[in-house]
């Protein structure tokens, strides 16, 4: 119980549509919120897939973003010599750089808003050099609103 009210749980699989890079999801995580009239709790974001990730990072500049991709790049080349080859160059590189990520993240939710700051946003990653569909897992568990 939180403060009163009953804790309860929402389940829902995303399908989203990436492209190479970074893919702004968090609207979409906040409309998912708005609809099952989430109140106070904490929203688990999970991505089912080895070669994309999930992050957190700021949404202001998108130099930002350029100069992450550019990072895991480095750390994660495509151009090297991987006992696992068999799916393509860029697919041990992409397992690389979601090991060095996150498959899963927790937002705080209150007043059934994520309590992102004010220069963060969600992002899924997709480390594949074409664009795929990946599924996202999201999971809230917290107070519902039965205001809205």
């Known amino acids: 119980m ?5 804790l309860r749980q929402v389940q829902h699989v995303l399908t989203v549509p990436s492209r190479p890079r970074f893919s702004d999801i968090t609207a979409t995580l906040a409309s998912w919120l708005a609809r099952t009239r989430a109140g106070d709790g904490m929203l688990t974001v999970f991505i089912r897939h080895t070669s994309a990730s999930l992050t957190i990072q ?3 500049d998108p130099a930002v973003l350029a100069d992450l ?9 495509e151009q090297r010599a991987y006992r ?12 690389i750089k ?3 990520t996150s498959t899963s ?3 705080p939710v209150m007043g059934g808003q994520m309590t992102l700051g ?3 946003g969600i992002y899924l990653i997709e480390h ?10 999201l999971h809230y568990l917290g107070t519902l609103c039965t205001d809205r």
């Open 2 to 6: 939180t403060d009163g009210f009953p």
């Open 58 to 60: 700021e949404n202001a």
């Open 69 to 77: 991709h550019d990072a895991l790049s480095v750390l994660a080349p």
């Open 84 to 95: 696992h080859a068999s799916e393509g160059p860029d697919d041990m590189p992409a397992h």
């Open 98 to 100: 979601s090991m060095l």
């Open 105 to 107: 993240l927790q937002v």
């Open 118 to 120: 004010t220069w963060q």
């Open 128 to 137: 594949r050099a074409r664009p795929r569909s990946r599924e996202i897992v």
